[in-house]
């Protein structure tokens, strides 16, 4: 019974990332945090995945296969069910019109992957439960 | 120094080079040749003016085909400048995908060693040692790629042409790429001709064989299996080596995505990836089919393909026969 309200109490994350390395790592470390983690390896299984299993947070780089990451920002905001998700663009694109466009389009977070150390990723995920 | 900047800037030979544009599309050679002309032009007319002042219609007449002159050459002043923005805009693409590439791999590696330094891969440590030279491997290639390419460019590439098997050299290749094709459930045939001897780089000849099979593999395994059982064919790729002329020409045929038509034009271009390719995977250098080409074209060949999008794509390639 305490194993039952302890996974329900727990926080899921959905991260959509093509590369399987950072599947990997951000999905282990966010594992032993606690958190119930949920992948998506493309953009199209990533709306998806969003709208079946409503996460509590969204993990979107920006370049994906089939869909980009700004498609699928786009889609998340237009349902009424993913609307009010809250979304951390992790990417390694840094052109300020990108950060613009994924601002605009709703994200909650812009990070660029190789300024961030795996432990910065994890506190930052941490501050937007907190704050939420 | 500044007098050095100002005598590059001056020196309109070694900018056209630089820009990829002949020098008489130039924009200031241009302009030195427009104010020439009027200045030239203004002189004449002035003259001509002062004999002919009886005779106004020569005068118009002759400013009328000088402004035709003169617009004419705007005009193409002005397209000499949008080539130059293209260049421009693709160099910053080129540095904005290179970046990108290397890039992924490079957080990969410091996000897995992250983890490992932290002591929180405890259980999956050997998983990560394995991704750790995955990702060393995938930034080792683009690095390669990225040298083959400047080296490429600027003629520095070492070539040591010799007489060898065509034959035996793909039946090498194939060999190599056995257990990618098993895993891939892809079938291969091989038809070559007995004995075919050609003259080139046969280490540069094996790359340009390594990866137009590894690209027939790679989308060839990523049609759907749906359409493989609707459209009754299996995932195949065919390899065809035959003496056409004095040349060898090798071709390898795939069932795979094939190239969409608007496409097409760029595929032999550096960092070009095809919006087919990129729906199916992100990674890839873009490198692969320009340095390809340009080692053929080096040897004394020739590249190019016919393509159906969700049927197959063609690749073939010439290289000259072996005197001996």
């Known amino acids: 019974m305490v194993y039952h309200t302890t996974i329900c109490n727990m926080k899921k994350i959905l991260i959509v990332e093509d590369e399987s390395t950072l599947q990997k790592t951000l999905g282990d470390i966010l594992s032993q945090e606690g958190y119930k983690v949920v992948s998506a390896l493309d953009g199209e299984v990533g709306v998806r995945l969003a709208k079946e299993q409503k996460p509590d947070l969204v993990l979107l780089d920006l370049v994906l296969p089939k869909m980009t990451g700004f498609e699928v920002l786009e889609q998340m905001r237009s349902a009424e069910d993913t609307k009010g998700i809250p979304v951390i663009v992790l990417t390694n694109l840094e052109k300020m019109e990108d950060i613009q466009r994924a601002t605009e389009l709703g994200a909650t977070t812009y990070l660029v992957k190789s300024n961030y150390e795996l432990q910065e990723v994890v506190e930052k995920v941490k501050t937007v439960f907190g704050n939420s | ?324």
Do not use: C
């Not at chain 2, 085909?65 to 293209?86: G, H, K, N, P, Q």
């Not at chain 2, 421009?88 to 490992?116: C, G, M, Y």
């Not at chain 2, 080692?295 to 000259?320: C, H, L, Q, Y």
């Open chain 2, 1 to 324: 120094m500044d007098f050095r900047r100002i005598q590059a800037e001056l020196n309109i030979v070694e900018q056209a080079k630089k820009y990829g544009i002949p020098v008489w599309q130039h924009p200031q050679f241009l302009f030195l040749v427009m104010g020439l002309l009027i200045a030239f032009s203004s002189l004449f007319m002035y003259a001509l003016g002062v004999r002919l002042v009886s005779d106004p219609q020569v005068v118009a007449l002759g400013i009328l085909i000088l402004t035709m002159v003169l617009l004419a050459i705007a005009s193409v002043i002005e397209r000499s400048f949008e080539r130059l923005a293209e260049a421009a805009r693709l160099k910053s693409e080129f540095v904005s995908i290179v970046s990108h590439q290397l890039r992924a791999p490079l957080s990969n590696l410091k996000w897995i060693a992250d983890l490992l330094v932290a002591g929180k891969a405890a259980k999956n440590q050997k998983e990560y040692y394995g991704l750790l030279k995955e990702n060393s491997t995938r930034m080792q290639n683009m690095v390669n790629d990225l040298l083959t390419v400047s080296r490429l460019q600027e003629g520095g590439m070492l070539t040591q042409e010799k007489s060898f098997s065509l034959e035996e050299l793909v039946d090498g290749v194939v060999k190599n790429f056995a257990p990618v094709l098993k895993a891939s459930n892809i079938t291969l045939k091989v038809q070559q001709e007995k004995g075919l001897k050609v003259f080139a780089d046969p280490v540069q000849i094996r790359h340009v064989v390594s990866n137009l099979l590894d690209n027939a593999i790679k989308y060839t395994g990523k049609t759907k299996e749906a359409m493989v059982k609707k459209s009754g064919k299996k995932r195949a790729i065919t390899i065809i080596s035959v003496v056409e002329g004095k040349k060898a020409k090798f071709t390898i045929k795939d069932t795979g995505v094939g190239i969409p038509q608007q496409d097409k034009k760029y595929i032999f271009q550096k960092f070009f990836r095809s919006a087919n390719v990129i729906r199916h995977e992100t990674q890839g250098s873009g490198l692969g089919l320009y340095i390809a080409k340009s080692i053929v074209e080096r040897a004394g060949g020739n590249m190019g393909f016919v393509s159906k999008e969700d049927k197959g794509s063609m690749f073939w390639f010439t290289i000259p026969l072996s005197a001996t």
